[in-house]
Every structure is written in C-alpha cells, then in structure tokens.
C-alpha cells in the first residue's frame, strides 16, 4: 500500500520482482494514480471526485456477488461494509475479467511502480491477481471499494503461512494487510490511515481466532510507517526481507480500544 500519513496515502505492497517467488510481501507505495491513467469506461467503472460532465453522474459500482471462492480467512466476500470517517467501505474479491485493466492502470503509476514493481501490461498485474486467487485461500485480493466507488487494491493474507513468517515469530491466524490507494484525489488528506484502521478492525471482528493484523512497509517509506501508526498499529521490530528492509507493524487485538 502506499504510505499514508495524516498528509499522505498509505500503502504495503507484495514481493517485489526480483524476489516474488519469496515472502508474499513487500515494500510500501504512495500508491496513487493520476486520473488520466485511468482509461476503464466511465459507465463501468465511476471515477471518484472526477465525474465527466457529458456523461452526466457516474452510476455507483454496483459489483455481481458470485458464490464466494473458499478462503482460509474466514471468508472474505462476506464480510459486511464498514463505516469509516471517510465514508461506507466494502470489500469486494477480485474479478479478474472485471477488474485487471483498472489495478493495471494503477499499477503503472510510477509512483505505485517503484515498489510493487507491477508495471507493464496487463498480463502482467493479471499473473499477480492469479497467484493470489489460484492459492488454497490464504490470499485474497479485493478492490476497496468506497461509497460505491472502487478506489484501493487490497490483498488480505495469512501471515502465518505466507513465507513473511519466517522472518518473524509468527501467531495462528495472523493477518496481514496489502493496500494501494489508486487515485490522486484521494491522496494527502489522512484517507489511507482512515482505512488502515477500519479495515485491521473489521479483521479482528470478523477473524475471532486472529490477535493480530501485520503489515511490512519498507522502512525508508516514511509516510506509511506513520499512517500504520496514526491507525493504531505499533512498530514491532525491523526485518530483512527479500527486496527490503521492513518495519514490521502490529495492531493487537488486545491494545485496539488503547491506540
């Protein structure tokens, strides 16, 4: 995800190339997208803060609910929406078909480039989504979606089966958070650190079993250590990962209602 402070946007990303084969993890990404990268149909796919005046109001993301894919996390597709101070968050699987053209785009901003290391063509974010979602289900990518608007990638894992648990002492059920906030509207205004914090407390209420949620942001990115901090997740220790140096955060279950 790319880093969000109070001023900024957070976020944790996955394995960097040169070592995807490795932790399922990696550096953090002020992941955001200038709106002009964004080249998904308007009818499809609204444009948050950004309508086109001869399209008239974008129609709100109305995504299909397929049977849910089993997963190891307790179920992700149902989980309910949340509300946060910025607005109605929900959670919604990856399609592939639907969705890889708009995280693509995403994913070539260079901002977001430099640390997911996903740029390229489409075929190239659509292998990451299939690594996620051909798995037993300890992965689950979603798209964020807010007030009916997909705005954020986000991939819900196990960390204590993900090979980060090699890096540190791991607890059943861990979970970590990848996130990456799309667009450049919802950038430097405290958006990311309103989620971070909703969707760590939709973990711990929907995962009974998990006492933790994690996240790995590479320690030279300032602003997202800040952001996991300001949403309540404490600095554990730093790790040497594949690809970087990480700070290893940690929102415990039993400190959520102190930080």
């Known amino acids: 995800m790319s880093g969000t402070s109070a001023s900024g946007t957070s976020a944790s990303a996955p394995p960097s190339a040169a070592s995807r084969s490795g932790p399922s993890t990696s550096p953090d990404a002020d992941d955001t997208l200038d709106l002009r990268l964004y080249d998904a149909p308007a009818a499809d796919w609204p444009s948050r803060g950004a309508a086109i005046d001869h399209l008239g109001p974008a129609e709100p993301f109305a995504p299909e609910l397929p049977a849910p894919r089993p997963d190891l996390l307790d179920s992700v597709a149902a989980w309910p929406a949340t509300e946060t101070p910025v607005g109605t968050l929900r959670l919604v699987p990856v399609r592939p078909e639907r969705d890889v053209r708009l995280i693509a785009a995403w994913m070539n901003d260079?901002?977001?480039?430099?640390?997911?290391?996903?740029?390229?063509?489409?075929?190239?974010?659509?292998?990451?989504?299939?690594?996620?979602?051909?798995?037993?289900?300890?992965?689950?990518?979603?798209?964020?979606?807010?007030?009916?608007?997909?705005?954020?990638?986000?991939?819900?894992?196990?960390?204590?089966?993900?090979?980060?648990?090699?890096?540190?002492?791991?607890?059943?059920?861990?979970?970590?958070?990848?996130?990456?906030?799309?667009?450049?509207?919802?950038?430097?205004?405290?958006?990311?650190?309103?989620?971070?914090?909703?969707?760590?407390?939709?973990?711990?209420?929907?995962?009974?079993?998990?006492?933790?949620?994690?996240?790995?942001?590479?320690?030279?990115?300032?602003?997202?250590?800040?952001?996991?901090?300001?949403?309540?997740?404490?600095?554990?220790?730093?790790?040497?990962?594949?690809?970087?140096?990480?700070?290893?955060?940690?929102?415990?279950?039993?400190?959520?209602?102190?930080?």
């Open 110 to 259: 260079p901002a977001v480039a430099a640390f997911w290391e996903l740029a390229g063509p489409q075929e190239v974010t659509a292998a990451h989504l299939r690594s996620r979602l051909d798995g037993d289900g300890r992965s689950v990518p979603c798209l964020g979606v807010l007030d009916g608007v997909p705005m954020s990638y986000w991939e819900i894992y196990r960390a204590d089966l993900d090979p980060l648990a090699r890096h540190f002492r791991a607890r059943p059920h861990d979970t970590g958070l990848h996130l990456l906030i799309g667009g450049v509207p919802d950038r430097g205004r405290g958006l990311g650190t309103a989620l971070l914090r909703a969707v760590a407390d939709l973990v711990l209420d929907r995962r009974p079993r998990c006492g933790r949620v994690l996240a790995e942001p590479d320690v030279r990115n300032v602003a997202s250590v800040a952001a996991f901090l300001s949403a309540g997740f404490r600095l554990s220790a730093e790790v040497d990962l594949p690809g970087k140096r990480a700070a290893l955060m940690v929102r415990d279950r039993a400190l959520r209602e102190v930080l």
